[in-house]
């Protein structure tokens, strides 16, 4: 299965992921022991599903490791996808 891949790096529980799409997509996060059950075709466990609408916002639900996965699988066509991590508001002024 041909998929769009992140390597989120480690993030912290409560931070918010911004993905944007071209067309509706499956979107999958997912802990690095789950993305390589997801890449050997096993079964694996997610945060996510089909997102019809962009841009789409995602909380990530524990601190540690993330990849984010978005494919197309059961769906028609391709999409472009991108996700960037939406930055913490500042601390108030003292």
Do not use: C
């Not at 790096?9 to 999958?28: E, K």
């Not at 909380?59 to 699988?73: E, K, N, Y």
């Amino acid at each position: 299965m041909n998929f769009l891949k992140w390597d989120l790096g480690n993030l912290r529980a409560g931070d918010v992921l911004r993905i944007t799409l071209t067309r509706a997509a499956n979107v999958r996060l997912m802990t690095p022991s789950n993305f390589s059950s997801f890449q050997r075709g096993s079964r694996h466990h997610y945060h996510g599903g089909l997102v019809k609408t962009s841009p789409f916002h995602m909380t990530i639900p524990s601190g540690g490791t993330w990849h984010l996965v978005v494919d197309m699988a059961g769906l028609a066509g391709t999409t472009e996808a991108s996700v960037e991590v939406v930055p913490r508001p500042l601390p108030p002024a003292v």
